[in-house]
């Protein structure tokens, strides 16, 4: 008993240092009534911190720490990423990459995500998709129709909708005789990579919208949601979600 009431006076001590005040008392096994405080929870918790800290030699319990935000929950992380270093998470990268080839999901190692659209699109639309040398379109129809297909992905880092860049459509002075394609089909993913529009686009369109880049040689379009009520703009969203299984 006479330990329990060392303690105790030991607390309220270890209290007044901190300059806490007379009214702020500390939960002991000798004081266990309610503290009708209702930030002293908080602060209970901290000097407890900080009481062990000054026994053990770790300065993270500072007083200046005393009354500090509850640090934030950890991000989730479902593949346990954090727990690989640089190279090993580069390693990752490229072997999702291999294996998405191996599933004819992306036809190359660049960013997936121009490979993934034109497949959906092809998927939804019954098209055949052009050999990667060819020019102008990634896609055509069976009775000729030419598609170009352009993916974004906008995040948080970086919300543009701007697509890369469009050539072919010739200059502000001079379009030219026959477009490159007949319809410009955008799609936008959500940072998870599930569909969250699309839209298939009249190269005519396409080309009274955009803007000239000069320094690109070619013509900026930004999949704005206006782009969905322009006159001959096709909503593909359901159909390109359906070939992506969602």
Same mark, same amino acid.
């Given at each position: 008993?006479?330990?329990?009431?060392a303690?105790a006076?030991?607390?309220?001590?270890?209290?007044?240092r901190?300059?806490?005040?007379?009214g702020?008392?500390?939960?002991?096994?000798?004081?266990?009534?309610p503290?009708?405080?209702?930030?002293?929870?908080w602060?209970?918790?901290?000097?407890?911190?900080?009481?062990?800290?000054s026994?053990?030699?770790?300065?993270?319990?500072?007083?200046?720490?005393v009354?500090?935000?509850?640090?934030?929950?950890?991000?989730?992380?479902?593949?346990?990423?954090?727990a690989?270093?640089?190279?090993?998470?580069?390693?990752?990268?490229?072997?999702?990459?291999?294996?998405?080839?191996e599933?004819?999901?992306?036809?190359?190692?660049?960013?997936?995500?121009?490979?993934?659209?034109?497949?959906l699109?092809?998927r939804?639309?019954?098209?055949?998709?052009?050999?990667?040398?060819?020019?102008?379109?990634?896609?055509?129809?069976s009775?000729?129709?030419?598609y170009? +297909?352009? /993916?974004? &992905?906008?995040? @948080?880092?970086?919300?543009s909708?701007? *697509?890369?860049?469009?050539?072919? #459509?010739?200059? %502000?002075?001079?379009?030219?005789?026959?477009?490159?394609?007949?319809?410009?089909?955008?799609?936008?993913?959500?940072p998870?990579?599930?569909?969250?529009?699309?839209?298939q686009?009249?190269?005519t369109?396409?080309?009274?919208?955009a803007?000239?880049?000069?320094? +690109?040689? /070619?013509? &900026?379009?930004? @999949?704005?949601?206006?782009?969905?009520? *322009?006159?001959?703009?096709?909503? #593909?969203?359901? %159909?390109?979600?359906?070939?992506?299984?969602?």
């Amino acid at each position: 008993m006479v330990g329990l009431e060392a303690r105790a006076v030991h607390e309220r001590q270890h209290q007044a240092r901190l300059g806490l005040g007379e009214g702020l008392e500390l939960e002991t096994p000798a004081c266990t009534e309610p503290i009708p405080n209702a930030h002293v929870s908080w602060h209970h918790d901290r000097v407890d911190d900080i009481h062990r800290a000054s026994h053990t030699g770790d300065q993270t319990g500072s007083h200046a720490e005393v009354g500090a935000a509850r640090p934030a929950d950890p991000i989730e992380d479902p593949f346990s990423l954090r727990a690989h270093s640089v190279p090993g998470l580069l390693q990752l990268y490229v072997g999702v990459l291999d294996r998405l080839r191996e599933l004819t999901i992306v036809r190359s190692a660049n960013n997936p995500v121009s490979d993934y659209a034109e497949l959906l699109v092809a998927r939804a639309l019954g098209l055949d998709l052009a050999p990667q040398s060819v020019a102008g379109f990634d896609a055509t129809a069976s009775d000729g129709t030419r598609y170009q +297909v352009k /993916g974004r &992905r906008p995040t @948080l880092q970086n919300p543009s909708r701007q *697509l890369s860049a469009i050539r072919g #459509l010739g200059t %502000p002075e001079a379009a030219p005789v026959r477009p490159p394609f007949d319809y410009l089909v955008g799609v936008l993913f959500d940072p998870d990579f599930t569909v969250h529009r699309a839209a298939q686009i009249p190269v005519t369109v396409v080309r009274a919208k955009a803007s000239w880049t000069p320094h +690109v040689n /070619g013509w &900026r379009f930004i @999949l704005r949601d206006s782009v969905w009520s *322009l006159p001959g703009v096709i909503d #593909l969203t359901e %159909p390109v979600r359906t070939a992506a299984g969602e």
